[in-house]
């Protein structure tokens, strides 16, 4: 029964060569969507923080408020390269 199911599969595999450049398109928009989405979704989660802490420090320390804005600015850079990185997948198309 196993050698069956496995004969079935490679001979299904030799039918349609034209559907894996498909899936490779595919998978190419599937791993840009997803480098946006979690750069996105991790920037944030760090914006978020550094942000409430930045605020906090500012309230407490104002000189340190050009700091608080960089260390937000660095944290805003995440989404940025995981939208470069979309962009350069998204290229290969």
């Not at 894996?20 to 998978?27: D, I, K, M, T």
Request: negative net charge.
């Amino acid at each position: 029964m196993l050698l069956l199911s496995t004969l079935g599969t490679v001979h299904a595999a030799q039918e349609a060569p034209v559907q894996a450049v498909a899936s490779a398109a595919g998978g190419i928009a599937i791993a840009a969507a997803l480098s946006m989405g979690l750069s996105a979704l991790g920037a944030g989660y760090a914006i978020g923080h550094a942000g409430a802490a930045a605020m906090g420090a500012i309230a407490e320390k104002p000189e340190v408020s050009t700091w608080g804005l960089i260390i937000v600015a660095l944290a805003e850079g995440i989404a940025l390269y995981g939208l470069v990185i979309a962009f350069m997948l998204t290229g290969k198309m």
